[in-house]
């Protein structure tokens, strides 16, 4: 059995997270993040769901996920998974958007996987330089290169979609459940929010969104909790604060979607 290694590394002088896992074999249900996740698998292959699409991922493609995709993976064949991968808010990738390109536009990834060995090649050194604390100066050369041709190959500036009124409709449930996380929310109260019925609020938010109310629900919790422990938050604390039973329920949640347990988060990050 392989023995599993999971890592985080906060780097200050980017303002980026960066995660490294070997050895892994656990199943990521279908979630979500709000914030943009570049990635590559080095070892071992996943079966990728990622925004109604099914994907064989395999070593060296690159992985691009926007803030909101919604995308989960498990195993192929029993193959244990290495992977790394950067996490970067939206509003540091806004800035170095602007930045590279002189222009201030939140960039979008059409494609989730994609093969370019050069990208993935260059990203594999800078996430190396990142775990190993390189010197400022290497790393952000380094950085900014490999950005602007991710961005030049990769990525188109964000459209606005065309509004539909099932569209405000999600929209609308979706800011209410960020703005009421905490309580006890009951699909009946959702529907009842958008005039329509639980049945028609339920079709139409997992086909807009990719995923059913509640799971987007514990997707939103999962991301406060997030932010309340790189500030410094005790998870017993973060888990009453974010609407969960339980430290365990937030503890098992936040395993799931996040891949390590709140309390190696915390340690990690701070």
Not at 39 to 51: S, T
Not at 191 to 206: G, N
Not at 227 to 252: I, M, Y
Request: net charge negative; aromatic share 10%; hydrophobic share 35%.
């Amino acid at each position: 059995m392989n023995k599993e290694y999971r890592e985080i590394r906060w780097d200050s002088d980017l303002q980026i997270e960066a995660y490294r896992f070997a050895g892994i074999m656990q199943k990521f249900p279908n979630h979500f993040h709000d914030y943009y996740v570049i990635g590559f698998i080095e070892k071992g292959k996943r079966r990728l769901f990622c925004k109604n699409q099914e994907y064989t991922v395999l070593p060296s493609q690159l992985l691009l996920f926007n803030p909101g995709d919604q995308h989960g993976c498990e195993a192929v064949n029993g193959e244990a998974l290495d992977y790394r991968c950067l996490n970067i808010k939206r509003e540091v990738f806004e800035r170095i958007v602007l930045e590279v390109t002189g222009q201030q536009v939140m960039p979008h990834f059409a494609s989730s996987v994609v093969m370019d060995e050069r990208i993935t090649r260059d990203l594999s050194e800078i996430h190396q330089l990142i775990m190993e604390g390189a010197s400022t100066l290497e790393k952000e050369e380094r950085f900014y290169w490999w950005m602007k041709q991710l961005l030049e190959q990769q990525a188109t500036a964000l459209q606005g979609s065309v509004e539909t009124v099932q569209h405000h409709r999600i929209e609308t449930v979706c800011q209410y459940m960020s703005d009421h996380l905490t309580e006890k929310l009951t699909l009946e109260q959702l529907a009842q929010l958008v005039h329509v019925s639980k049945y028609t609020l339920l079709r139409s938010f997992t086909e807009t969104i990719g995923i059913a109310p509640y799971s987007y629900l514990q997707a939103l919790r999962v991301a406060e909790a997030k932010k309340r422990l790189e500030e410094g938050e005790r998870p017993s604390a973060v888990a009453v604060a974010t609407g969960f039973v339980d430290q365990s329920h937030l503890n098992k949640l936040f395993t799931e979607l996040i891949g390590f347990t709140p309390g190696k988060y915390r340690t990690s990050v701070m």
